[in-house]
Structures are given as C-alpha cells and as structure tokens.
C-alpha cells in the first residue's frame, strides 16, 4: 500500500499581530499534519504564539462552516439552512442590485471588515474595488490603531516609521509603554531579553500590571490615560537638569524652544505627579535614564491610544527620543509600527478612484449609530461582514446588536465559524482559512515581506475573500479587468515604491520571505531627517494647528476621567480597562474549547480595597455596568490594579458568556482626538455583587 507522500509548505501567520511569523506546514497527502515557525526566519527564528501553535485545530474543526446558509429563524437566534453558492450569490447581488436602484441609493449598503486576515489580498483588494465601483458607503477602519498612528504621523511624518526590531538587542534602556509585549509580541519580546542578558533594564508603563510588566525590572504604573502629562513631565525634567541633546534638536527638530517653554511653565513634576499618580522622584529617575542610558527606545503599543487623548499622547511620546538624541543609534528611538517601511501600491490594489467623489465615510466605532439610522446620509439596507465579528468587538454593543436584529436590515457574513455576528445574518458564506487561499504579507512588526503558499485544498465548499467579490462583481455586472486573478494583484501590489524593488513574486515564491530594501544597521531619523513638510521631528506642528489642533504636545484627558467628571464618577467610580486576553486574538480562538477552557471565565481585576468596600470577595461572581450596558465576570483580586481601576480582559463571544453579554456592553462609541480611533479604554463602570449568578 502506497503511502501519502509528505511535503512542507512555507506560510505566514495571518493575525493582526505585529509578528507576522513564518510558520513551516507539514502535509501528508492532502492534510495537514503538522505547523510550527520557521527556524530560518530571521524574527520568527522557530517558534509560535500558544493560539498559533494549536492553528490546525481551527482549521480542522468540527464546527467550521463548510457550506452556504440562509436563516430560517428570527435574527439572533443562529437558525439557518444549507443553500448552494448559485442561489447565495444570486440572492446578495440581486439585493444589492435592487438597494442601489432604490431611492436610498448604493450608499444603503455597508462593508464592514477589519483584520481577521493581514493579507493584502484577502484584506483590502478586491473587497475594496467591489463596494467602490459598487458606490456603496465606504468604512472608515479606525478600531484600533487610528489614533495613536495619526498622532505619530503629525510629529514623525507620513509612514510610521521608527526602529528596527532586530536592532533592539543593542538597546541599554527599553521602556513598553502601554504594550504588554510579552503577550502581544513576543517575539519582540525575547529580543527584549537578548538585550537584558547584555546588561539593558527592561521598564513597562502601564496602569495594570500585565505579565510584561510582571517580567520587566521596573513597572510604572500611571492613572489610565494620563500618559501625555507624563511624557510632558519627563521633558520638563530633560529640559530642567540639561540633559538633552542640542545638536540633534537644532539639526533634526522643529518647535523645540516653544516645547521647552511650555513643560517647563507647565508641566513642573509636581503637577504631573498630581495629574499621573507617579511620584516625582520615579519622574525624575525615568528621565535621566531615558537620557543618559542611550541607545534607549520606547516600545509603544495602541493600548494607551484607547481614549479621547490618545492621539494627543502618542503623538506626545513620540517626541521624546529626538529629544535627548536616541534616534542616532540602531534600535534606539521610538516603535510604534514598522508598517510605514512598506512600498506597497495599495492604491493600485485598493483602487479608491472608483468610488463616487462625495461617498459616505462611515467610523466602525459608530456602526450602532449607523444601524440606528443617526449618522448622515440614507439609511443602512444591506451590511456585508468579512474579516471580523462586531456583535463581539464593537463598542457600545446594546446598539449594535439592535440594529443588528433589524428586520429591513439584509446582512451578509463571510466567516469560518458561527460568530456571534454569524447569528444575525441573512446569507452566511463558508471563508477559507490560512492554509487554504493564497496572500502576499507586509508586517507591522518587523520589515519583511512574505508570501503565503496554500497548502490545502479548501475545505468544504469555503471559498477566499477575492474568489467571492470576483464572482459577485461578474453577477453585478462589473468590468472583469477590475478583477484579475490572485497572482495579477500580487504583482501589482510589488510594484511599488523604492523599499519592494527587486523583490519579484518569483522571489517571494521561492524564497518565502524577503527583506525590505533598508540596511541590516538601519537607523530611519539618524541624521535627522525626517518625512514631515519641514524634513525635522515637529515638535510645532503646522498641520496640526491647520487641522484645527494645539500644534505643541499638550495633556487631553479621557471623556470619562474621575478628576475631570466627578458627577459621572460618583455613579460610576471605576475606571475600566479591556486589554486583550493571551489566549484569544480579539475575539477570534474565544470559540476554541481549548482556547477557553485556558482563557477561564470572564474576570475582573479590582484593588482589595474597592472589592472591600463593595463586600466582594475573590472569585465571586459581580455584574459590571453603566449607562450603556452591564456583563458578568469573576472578581480577581490578584494585585495588579490601582484602586479606582479595573481590568476585564476580552474578548469573548457574548453567546458563549454568563449573562450574554461581554464587555464592550459597556464601551462607549465616543472617539479619540484624532485619527477617528475607538475610546475602549475611557469607561467608568460600577461593580455589584451577582448572588443569584447562574452558569451559561
């Protein structure tokens, strides 16, 4: 008996993490058998998160959806039948059809994806031509990283550029500023200690003791959203005691003498301390080794960019290494993202001069107002949702979910399993997983550029993101030149800009991975030119100030600070915070047995003193709410929090979640500064005891 041949196929992670790792899929005749990172990528270097690790369990689940279906019950209760792709695909084009024929118009009709997958095809190509030709609304993708990437760009220019990952191991002083890198980026992370082992002190700022800030040598622990004022404080301690670096402020910044001026008439570290919680001495120890202990960078992440503030304070944060020099140095700095190194020509992908001029922008933080019928423009009639689940991750969730369960509402669900957004459509399509569709991947992590081999066949009767709009955009009518095949658009996307000549998909197809062009010692800002309008880091800023913002670094706090809303804090005296919980990837894996039984049951992390004070006790059940919604969790008192704050790691299904509810019940849809970005962290909530708390 013949046995199954047994070949290795190169693939790419395609989570919304920065690590986008490569990852060695071993397949047994028509299965896979085995996946685990690959040795020989340089970031990857062989090994995988834990939710990557178990990644063929997803793909071979037993509940994946493998065939069309149409519902047969009322919306939210999950009840359909098995149709074909003719008839699913005949229905949603002849609706979209009718809709954009209709008085309303195709702007009635609403996309709504973010990144379920990374991949540049299967994310922002096809999809985006289909709904621009199509003249629906257009999404504005702001739910994560908006904010604090609009921030970046006003002091650091266009592309969010900054420090080169491989070069942290050559760092003295590394600071994770709201990023619990050991978890969101691990990767990163064990370069962190390559750096520790050769003598760097690893320091985290954040206000809940995460597991990075558990492992680091130092954690600060600041009020939440209060990380403007801090880095301000830090300046004025620069600026006072002589330690920045004049020569890198004349040649590579702007604006410096207006900032110095106003953090030293401003920002003194008492008034800091009163505003941050930090004491003045941890302010004035953190900026002399900021300074001194060069090369320094400072890790940030998108947590502390979650409230109105947030674009104000990355943008803030930012300015900090120009300041005492750290840009001179491989590694030293500042990171945020290494996507703005990326030539890629997503114009040419995404082709946006097919939508109509004046189309609708819609916020995806504001998809309950948008269903609800209170944004501008004609009413939402059809939504399509691919590459995401908002009945889970969407903010101000009670108004989601109503306009979800809207009757007139004709909503479309391409996913790989039954979502808690799955339950409310009209037409679910099966999708492809990773290992089934081909992609081309860029990196917000590190500076490669990849390529995904499929190494199944797709399962069921899934079918990938660009094989369905290509076949709905041939039923609507479309130009089939709009919508090549897969290897078209790839090599269209290479045809970029200077950092992708020479990496060819024949490259990327033999090689699997293939550097950006910028050099191995490669440090972006270190003779102080900079990608702004005046070629210098901005402390000033001239579009800021045309843009209607303060153009110098200022403190905005949240919407919902106790110091500022003292009313609203006397109901809801709790400051909440949602980071993300390891073992989910916002809500993805949160279906996973394995993944959940690991996860535990919702918690909530409170000080001792304010779960004394409500008479409750470690592990007791409690219900958390506000004006907007309520859910349920375990009380955690594990030390971790400040009294006055909370934190409810997310995401989980709200089916699958004692009192069908998760946290976003109580986010607000309120949005950041600029950038459009989502406040999930600018929440005030009360706790209570749950007595009669039963199971789910």
């Not at 900090?320 to 030539?343: H, K, N, Q």
């Not at 950006?516 to 900079?530: S, T």
Request: with cysteine.
């Amino acid at each position: 008996m013949a046995t199954a041949e047994t070949t290795t196929v190169k693939s790419v992670c395609p989570l919304d993490c920065p690590d986008t790792c490569s990852m060695l899929v071993t397949v047994e005749g028509q299965k896979a058998v085995a996946l685990k990172g690959d040795p020989d990528h340089a970031f990857t270097r062989g090994f995988l998160c834990q939710k990557m690790a178990r990644y063929l369990d997803r793909v071979y689940s037993p509940d994946r959806l493998l065939r069309p279906l149409r519902r047969v019950g009322r919306k939210g209760e999950g009840r359909f039948e098995p149709i074909s792709w003719d008839d699913a695909l005949d229905t949603i084009a002849e609706r979209f059809t009718a809709i954009a024929r209709s008085g309303a118009g195709p702007q009635a009709i609403l996309p709504h994806s973010y990144y379920g997958t990374m991949g540049k095809l299967q994310s922002s190509s096809l999809d985006r031509r289909f709904f621009h030709r199509l003249g629906a609304s257009k999404l504005d993708r702001t739910i994560c990283a908006s904010a604090g990437g609009a921030g970046y760009e006003y002091t650091m220019g266009r592309g969010r550029l900054g420090a080169d990952p491989m070069a942290v191991p050559r760092c003295r002083f590394i600071v994770n500023w709201g990023s619990n890198t050991a978890h969101t980026n691990s990767h990163l992370w064990s370069l962190m200690i390559k750096a520790r082992e050769q003598g760097a002190s690893l320091v985290c700022i954040d206000p809940y003791r995460s597991p990075t800030a558990v492992r680091s040598d130092w954690h600060i622990q600041p009020r939440p959203g209060t990380d403007a004022a801090l880095a301000l404080g830090l300046m004025h301690v620069i600026w006072r005691d002589g330690l920045d670096d004049p020569e890198y402020l004349a040649m590579g910044v702007v604006g410096a003498e207006l900032l110095r001026d106003r953090v030293l008439a401003e920002y003194a570290p008492d008034q800091v301390a009163a505003i941050t919680g930090v004491d003045v001495k941890t302010i004035t120890t953190l900026a002399h080794r900021l300074a001194l202990e060069l090369p320094s960078l400072i890790r940030l992440n998108y947590g502390l960019q979650r409230h109105h503030g947030g674009g104000m304070a990355v943008r803030t944060i930012a300015c900090l290494p120009a300041l005492y020099g750290a840009w001179r140095y491989p590694g030293g700095g500042a990171l945020l993202s290494t996507s703005g190194t990326y030539d890629f020509a997503a114009e040419r992908l995404a082709r946006p001069d097919l939508s109509p001029p004046g189309t609708r922008l819609v916020n995806m933080n504001q998809l309950g107002e948008a269903l609800a019928g209170e944004l501008d423009g004609p009413p939402v009639l059809a939504l399509y949702v691919y590459n995401s689940n908002p009945a889970s991750v969407t903010p101000n969730q009670a108004k989601v979910l109503g306009g979800l369960k809207r009757e007139d509402l004709f909503t479309v669900v391409h996913e790989q399993f039954a979502t808690d957004t799955v339950d409310y459509a009209d037409i679910v399509l099966p999708a492809t997983s990773q290992l089934e569709h081909v992609d081309l991947h860029g990196s917000y992590g590190h500076h490669d550029v990849m390529y995904n081999t499929p190494a199944i066949a797709p399962r069921g009767e899934c079918r990938s993101n660009n094989d369905v709009f290509r076949a709905l955009a041939l039923r609507m009518g479309f130009g089939r030149e709009l919508f090549p095949d897969d290897e078209a658009l790839m090599r269209e996307a290479l045809a970029g800009g200077p950092s992708v000549e020479g990496i060819t998909l024949e490259r990327l197809q033999a090689e699997g991975s293939v550097r950006l062009n910028v050099p191995l010692d490669y440090a972006p800002f270190a003779e102080g030119v900079f990608p702004t309008p005046s070629g210098k880091c901005e402390f000033y800023s001239e579009r800021m100030k045309t843009d209607g913002f303060d153009p110098l670094p200022c403190y905005t706090p949240p919407l919902e600070d106790p110091r500022t809303r003292p009313e609203l804090a006397s109901r809801y005296p709790i400051q909440l915070l949602s980071p993300p919980r390891s073992q989910f990837m916002n809500s993805t894996f949160a279906n996973s047995e394995r993944h959940r039984r690991a996860a535990g049951d919702p918690t909530i992390e409170l000080a001792a003193e304010d779960a004394k004070a409500r008479g409750l006790s470690d592990g007791g059940w409690v219900e958390v709410y506000n004006d907007r919604g309520r859910f349920q969790a375990r009380v955690a008192l594990t030390g971790n929090v400040r009294p006055g704050v909370a934190v409810a790691p997310g995401i989980y299904w709200n089916k699958l979640t004692p009192g069908g509810s998760n946290v976003n019940s109580t986010t607000p849809s309120a949005l950041t500064d600029f950038g459009g970005g989502a406040t999930f962290f600018d929440n005030l909530v009360q706790v209570r005891a749950l007595p009669d708390h039963k199971e789910a």
